[in-house]
């Protein structure tokens, strides 16, 4: 059944639904139906939530922390009892398969608790004059965190709330007010969120919203007066339009990948499938730390590929309703041409077609290209869809070669049974992280998660968020002759 209703946004406390422009229609890769309509806001409107932020800012900041933090355990709560209605808007808003829906949701509680325990626990410290060679003992410095102010949390379509959730809360406990510009798909599961985290009792003007096409009010919004921090996930293309845009404002830029999984003749290789079908498929390869490319030794490429021949085929594909289901319609028809051309392209210059790659509308059978050579764009464009690519090599030092010429930094998997040979290629590897005998993935959320090259800058990770979204001030005494 079709929702009608016009979702507003949170300003100072209050929701509003703008009444400057026509609203956007938000309509389910799914089926099609409407999933809810949104605020096209003006620029006045925008005005208004950053100086609702602004405002409140210097008050929420003096909250006491463990009020801070009860706040946080309250919205962990209201999330998850709101999990059913949450995970079935997430299916409908972006055909994220129900299985997925809820594990984004109860990780994001998680989220907020642990967020809470870190913010209360963070201390600051006393560094001592003399502990540095020539310091004089006369000297003191007392280092506290201080907010950044108001912190911009731009999300992506992928993890709706996750990935909202993973900014705000951390930006909450280091003192900052919030200002959340969801994307426009999956704004409407946003918005549902933050309705828990309002009703569990954040004074007015601590967290807003803006929404409204990237396109149309990303400059005004990124580019405003009154934000001090921006943390944007997304796309490269986004991320680098926009630090250039807003040059003097610090930014966390989380964006593309290209992950490698490199998987040496040693590799067990049942349980490298098994990782890589994970890693590259699920949620139909919509996710910044999918498997994007095997780069595998070719003594045991065929073994490795006949492996995850059977897996892939026996992976359930359709409707996200359906219990089970791991490949779902991608998120537009946009994507799916983009996808569907790539893979065509690439079997076009002489790639081989392993499995998959069927289109019926939006949903694409999960697809395995081999013999994939350095030459063609599937060997180093991010598809953001279910089609993988396997790079023969010769040797290890050739896959950590490729491997490293990708524009991207964010993850690379390792299969090999020798831990010292995983550790030297890992030391080798241009990426924020290298999972060892694993498939790429953001997590345990408390470890540090970041990109390099065109992967991002600035790393997140609840208290490297924290850290992240505050600065450190320094008091320093100076006593007459001790
Ligand atoms: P996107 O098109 O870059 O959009 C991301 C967000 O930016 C959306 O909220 C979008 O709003 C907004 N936006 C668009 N244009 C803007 C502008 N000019 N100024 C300010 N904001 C603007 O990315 P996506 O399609 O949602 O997500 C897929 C991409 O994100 C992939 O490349 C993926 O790898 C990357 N990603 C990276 C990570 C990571 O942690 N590294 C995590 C998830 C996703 P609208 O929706 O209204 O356009
Ligand atoms: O899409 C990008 C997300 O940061 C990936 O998170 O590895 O938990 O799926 P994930």
């Known amino acids: 059944m079709s929702n009608t209703r016009i979702y507003g946004n949170l300003i100072n406390g209050e929701w509003r639904v703008s009444r400057d422009n026509p609203p956007i229609e938000v309509s389910s890769p799914v089926d099609g ?94 560094i001592f004059g003399d502990s540095f060679p020539g310091g004089s003992r006369d000297k003191m410095s007392c280092v506290t965190r201080t907010p950044m102010g108001t912190v911009l949390a731009i999300s992506p379509f992928n993890y709706p709330i996750n990935l909202a959730i993973s900014k705000i809360g951390p930006a909450l406990m280091g003192g900052n007010t919030v200002i959340l510009k969801p994307a426009t798909q999956g704004a409407v599961s946003a918005l549902k969120m933050v309705e828990c985290m309002q009703q569990a009792g954040l004074p007015a003007g601590a967290l807003n919203t803006v929404t409204g096409l990237g396109s149309v009010i990303g400059d005004a919004i990124t580019g405003h007066k009154d934000v001090d921090f921006i943390n944007f996930t997304g796309s490269t293309e986004v991320g680098e339009h926009i630090s250039q845009l807003v040059s003097m404002t610090p930014v966390i830029l989380e964006l593309g990948g290209k992950d490698a999984a490199i ?168 990426v924020g992280t290298v999972q060892i005998n694993n498939k790429p993935e953001r997590g345990p959320d408390n470890f540090p998660f970041l990109g390099v090259k065109s992967s991002g800058m600035g790393t997140q990770g609840v208290r490297y968020s924290i850290e992240s979204m505050t600065r450190p001030k320094a008091v320093t005494i100076n006593l007459a002759g001790g």
């Open 263 to 430: 998987v040496l003749p040693d590799a067990d290789l049942d349980f490298a499938a098994d990782n890589i079908v994970e890693g590259a498929y699920s949620y139909s390869g919509q996710r910044c730390t999918a498997v994007k490319r095997i780069l595998v030794v070719d003594k045991v490429a065929d073994a490795l590929i006949e492996k995850l021949k059977a897996r892939i085929e026996s992976l359930k594909v359709g409707d996200p309703r359906e219990e089970g289901v791991t490949v779902t319609p991608l998120v537009s028809e946009k994507s799916a041409d983009f996808v569907e051309s790539l893979m065509n392209r690439a079997l076009k210059q002489g790639a081989r077609l392993v499995t998959g790659g069927r289109r019926e509308g939006n949903l694409i059978y999960p697809a395995l290209l081999d013999r994939v050579t350095t030459d063609m764009d599937l060997a180093w464009v991010e598809p953001f869809g279910p089609v993988l690519p396997v790079v023969r090599v010769q040797s290890e030092d050739e896959a950590v070669e490729i491997a490293n010429r990708s524009e991207y930094g964010l993850q690379s998997s390792v299969f090999t049974n020798n831990l010292n040979r995983a550790f030297s290629i890992a030391a080798r590897l241009e």
């Open 33 to 126: 139906s409407l999933v809810g309509r949104l605020s096209s806001m003006s620029q006045e409107e925008l005005d208004l939530a950053a100086a609702s932020a602004k405002a409140a800012q210097k008050s929420w900041a003096a909250y006491p922390v463990y009020r801070k933090a009860e706040l946080m355990y309250r919205a962990a709560q209201l999330l998850e009892e709101r999990v059913e209605e949450l995970s079935d808007c997430l299916t409908m808003e972006i055909a994220k398969d129900k299985k997925s829906a809820v594990s984004e949701i109860k990780r994001s509680a998680d989220l907020l608790r642990y967020t809470a325990d870190v913010g209360k626990s963070l201390q600051g410290e006393a």
